[in-house]
């Protein structure tokens, strides 16, 4: 089993569903509404779990009831979250509307109180990828510092707003579309990545949802294309994939492998609701791959 150490945010999200997202300070009816784990590392450690690896999630939590319910609901996926701090005063929340057609707005509550202290990042020696997400900086950047000195795949993933300090110690860049723009919103998201990884010289991703990711890397730039699937939620669909993602160049996979297996993953995903709790396993994976075959 492939151990993954992640550093990042977990949440809980309190999801309803609408047809239209609100435009008036008015009061509007959901269709449905339900209460899910949620945050870019927890997302992510959740896929990698469910996917066959051993997840290790290092998160910043309150000492309140929030945190307990984030805690137990990792628990119950399989994931270990020893080295998660609850020394904050409150923890993190999310409410998240998505609209018909499956796209998603979020107002995030990001916690206050949280430790600044990165004593608690402490990967295992077995560990073979580290991801963190650039939430708090001061922990992705020594994320990808023990990755570097480990010798393994410290794999970043850059939402807005974001700082650069992390992006000299991680060996991979995986940009969302709106992180990347963030950087370089007057470049296009091909030249950005170009650009970035010419002064980076690791491998630079950005992920763009249906259109597949764009790469630029030592061995030169490409895309891979995303599967072609009748998305109903896209919520947590980017972390997952960052999850599958690390785990498969844990696994020793080259990057190309590796988007491929991860964009599927976030296909199968974007087809069921619920956010991460349609994360697939690795044999829903492995058959989804199959069946879609080598050109889709």
């Known amino acids: 089993m492939t151990a993954v150490y992640i550093v990042g945010v977990a949440v809980v999200d309190y999801v309803f569903s609408v047809d239209v997202f609100p435009t008036a300070a008015e009061k509007y009816r959901a269709n449905n509404a339900e209460v899910v784990g949620g945050g870019c590392g927890a997302n992510a450690a ?7 690896g051993a997840a290790h999630l290092s998160a910043r939590l309150g000492s309140d009831p929030v945190a307990d319910t984030i805690l137990s609901d990792l628990r119950a ?16 929340f999310s409410s998240v509307l998505l609209n018909a057609e499956g796209e998603r707005q979020i107002v995030n509550f990001r916690g206050s109180g949280l430790v600044e202290s990165t004593n608690h990042i402490r990967p295992a020696p077995d560990t073979r990828a580290i ?33 650069r300090a992390p992006f000299d110690a991680a060996s991979h860049l995986a940009f969302s579309e709106q992180g990347l723009a963030h950087f370089y919103p007057e470049l296009g998201p091909e030249d950005a990545i170009r650009e970035i990884a010419a002064a980076h010289g690791g491998w ?18 490409g895309h891979v294309p995303a599967f072609k ?19 498969r160049l844990g696994e020793g996979a080259d990057e190309i492998t590796a988007v491929r297996f991860a964009n599927a993953v976030s296909a199968i995903k974007c087809t069921r609701s619920g956010g991460r709790k349609g ?18």
Request: proline letters at 5%; a negative charge.
């Open 131 to 163: 991801l963190a997400d650039t939430r708090w900086t001061e922990g992705a950047t020594a994320a990808m510092r023990v990755a570097r000195e480990m010798g393994i795949p410290g794999v970043l993933d850059i939402e807005a707003p974001a700082e």
């Open 279 to 296: 994360t697939p396993t690795r044999s829903e994976t492995d058959d989804f791959m199959k069946e879609m075959g080598p050109f889709n």
């Open 77 to 92: 996926e399989g994931v270990n979250v020893d080295q998660s701090d609850r020394s904050g005063a409150a923890s993190s």
């Open 204 to 221: 630079v991703c950005v992920t763009r949802g249906a259109e597949g990711v764009s790469y630029c890397g030592p061995e030169g730039a």
């Open 46 to 52: 959740v896929a990698v779990a469910r996917l066959g």
């Open 229 to 247: 699937v009748d998305a109903v939620d896209t919520l947590g669909a980017g972390d997952v994939w960052h999850g599958a993602f690390a785990l």
